[in-house]
């Protein structure tokens, strides 16, 4: 399976992910430049973490107008699969790619820890070999994480099943501690109608390796390496 | 011309920020503010635009850039006439 990892100026995991992606899990993975209007035939876009832009404007805003997103865009819409971590969460919603948007957190505090989040649908591309109800390990570093949407949507975000990871404690049993930036329904990942586009504010990539506390992260890019066959 | 956009949380929406402020202030002794929302400003200059063709367009850079309308509302003036 071929990745391309995104950069934009200020991403900083895009090393992290190409890491985990090539020498971790042995697959075919390229960096893509922001402003180029190629995709070099990834089967696969990873929008990576970082402050994009500086987080100027809002998080994910001044990256949602790369040239590149065009591209992005248009292989989104014919079913392929992207993959937005952190930052990269906020330029999908930024695109409306995924619906609503961020928030700064509930405390006002840049959050850097490991969180506990809890699988509620493993058919999607990217939790396809997770099982339900599985408690994952991974960190998270944000400032604004606290995903919000009016009530209209996100009434719709349930009906279709669209949530695939919550924050939950290290049982699975979702709380208001453990929901540690103040999320709408404890998202921590979603994913849209279609099921091919998925953000997430915790970092896979940085739990890929025993070495780095916890290999749960693994879990996400060996999905989608299942799913592409 | 130049006109003046403000880009605040629509008031459906918490804004953490501005109840931080609230509480400083309070800390202070000024117990007579009720409420802050926080907000941002953005001062643009524009030309050779009609004031018709900015009653366009003001709106949608606001809309389409300068504020995500599913959390933030905004309102502008114009602060100089050509």
């Known amino acids: 399976m071929k990745f391309g990892v995104v950069i934009f100026p200020g991403s900083n995991c895009d090393y992290d992910t190409l890491y985990a992606l090539k020498d971790v899990l042995q697959q075919k993975a390229i960096f893509l430049w922001h402003k180029e209007h190629n995709l070099k035939n990834v089967d696969c876009v990873i929008l990576p973490g970082g402050f994009s832009y500086g987080d100027y404007l809002r998080s994910g805003s001044i990256a949602a107008f790369s040239p590149l997103m065009q591209e992005i865009k248009e292989f989104a819409l014919k079913g392929g699969l992207v993959l937005g971590i952190c930052n990269g969460f906020q330029v999908l919603l930024e695109l409306e790619l995924l619906p609503g948007a961020m928030l700064r957190n509930k405390n006002l505090k840049f959050l850097c820890q490991f969180v506990h989040l809890r699988v509620e649908n493993e058919t999607t591309p990217f939790t396809s070999r997770a099982k339900k109800g599985q408690v994952l390990r991974i960190p998270i570093a944000h400032y604004d994480g606290n995903f919000f949407s009016p009530p209209d949507t996100i009434q719709e975000i349930k009906t279709n099943n669209q949530i695939v990871l919550r924050y939950s404690d290290d049982q699975g049993q979702l709380s208001e501690d453990a929901n540690v930036n103040g999320s709408l329904e404890s998202i921590a990942g979603l994913i849209n109608k279609a099921g091919n586009v998925m953000g997430m504010m915790p970092h896979p990539e940085r739990a890929s390796e025993t070495l780095l506390g916890s290999e749960d992260g693994r879990i996400i890019f060996e999905s989608m390496i299942k799913w592409k066959g | ?82």
């Open chain 2, 1 to 82: 011309m130049k006109v003046r956009i403000l880009v605040s949380l629509k008031d459906s929406v918490l804004d953490p920020q501005g109840q931080t402020v609230k509480n400083a202030l309070h800390t202070l002794g000024y117990d007579s503010i009720k409420d802050v929302r926080q907000g941002k400003v953005f001062e643009i200059e524009l030309e050779g635009i009609s004031e018709e063709d900015a009653e366009r367009v003001v709106p949608e850079i606001s809309d389409k850039v300068l504020a995500n309308p599913i959390i933030e509302k905004f309102s502008w003036q114009i602060l100089e006439k050509d």
